[in-house]
């Protein structure tokens, strides 16, 4: 990497010192930066920042730094830009206290783009007057790396199986980084995740392979959807994959069917083990309103086809009325 420019002067570049920023021309004061090039020859796809804050004046208490960055192929003058789409937030609680701060994050900057690292002190930012800032940036330094950053947790295996009303979940890591605890999420529709059951306490920082298991009641015989949010002792957090849990089975004497690819983006397939015969076939929407219904001759192990394509994606209800009973399967078309 090779530095382009400080924003504002700074006091001694080979220390890597921010300079006071003093509100000419009308520019608000308080803000803080610097602009660097990927010139390393790879993709960097995580960064480290180290910096010192020192104190000029007292800081007033509450106050802080919040820290963003942009990625570009020119990033000259966007120190001052308000668009906050524009500003990618950098993680993290940054004191303007006397300390020094470490923070690494993923980031992606191809060969020869730019990329502008810019610091705001809440106290000060926004004004155009006197320069009063009560603090400085010191020994600014900042760590790329080609390689994504390390993740504070990495799975190995998460699974789940139905026992009656209970679910039992199970999921194992290899290593773990200031892990707090683990958060079960459940879904109907494998999209909008609710916490359900007691969070499970994490190993903390570990290089030694754990499992862990809990247990989950649920009233639906529905498919469930369940994902783990794993949260760390800053509250960051990372979530694992989605499994799916099948429903539970049908009442002895009433018709069963399993249908898959479920999500699906068209067409779904009903399995069951009914003989041969004709059984109506009826979509409903999630909102209760019927989408469609037909009569369909089936083959004993062949699936019942239903097409999906012209819908809109959401949660659907497949009745299949057959000789024995008549069974309701849960359908989501992505």
């Excluded at 004046?57 to 001052?80: C, F, M, P, R, T």
Aim: aromatic fraction near 8%.
């Amino acid at each position: 990497m090779s530095l382009v420019n400080y924003i504002h002067n700074p006091a001694v570049v080979g220390d890597r010192s921010f300079g006071f920023s003093t509100g000419n021309q009308g520019n608000p004061i308080g803000y803080y930066g610097v602009r660097v090039k990927n010139d390393t020859g790879a993709e960097i796809k995580s960064m480290k920042i180290e910096f010192d804050v020192k104190l000029i004046h007292d800081a007033k208490a509450g106050n802080g730094l919040v820290l963003s960055y942009q990625v570009g192929s020119n990033l000259e003058n966007v120190l001052y830009t308000t668009d906050i789409k524009e500003w990618q937030p950098i993680p993290g609680v940054f004191s303007n206290k006397a300390e020094t701060h470490v923070v690494e994050f993923p980031i992606q900057v191809a060969i020869g783009q730019e990329f502008f690292i810019r610091l705001v002190d809440t106290h000060n930012a926004g004004n155009s007057g006197q320069n009063d800032d009560d603090l400085a940036i010191d020994n600014f330094q900042i760590t790329s790396s080609s390689t994504p950053g390390t993740l504070p947790v990495t799975f190995t295996s998460f699974t789940g199986s139905r026992s009656g009303e209970v679910v039992n979940l199970a999921w194992a890591t290899a290593s773990e980084k200031e892990n707090d605890f683990f958060e079960v999420q459940q879904s109907e529709d494998g999209k909008n995740f609710t916490a359900v059951g007691e969070k499970v306490k994490g190993a903390g920082t570990t290089a030694v392979a754990q499992a862990y298991k809990t247990a989950v009641s649920t009233k639906s015989s529905s498919i469930l959807y369940f994902r783990l949010k794993q949260v760390d002792f800053d509250g960051k957090f990372e979530h694992s994959k989605v499994i799916v849990v099948k429903g539970s089975k049908t009442a002895a004497g009433q018709a069963s069917h399993e249908a898959y690819p479920n999500p699906t983006p068209d067409k779904v397939y009903l399995t069951s083990a009914e003989q041969s015969g004709s059984v109506t076939v009826t979509l409903f929407h999630s909102s209760g309103r019927a989408v469609s219904q037909r009569q369909v001759k089936v083959e004993a192990g062949t699936p019942i086809t239903l097409d999906l394509a012209g819908q809109a994606a959401g949660v659907y209800y497949v009745q299949v009325h057959t000789a024995s009973g008549k069974s309701t399967t849960r359908v989501v078309k992505q």
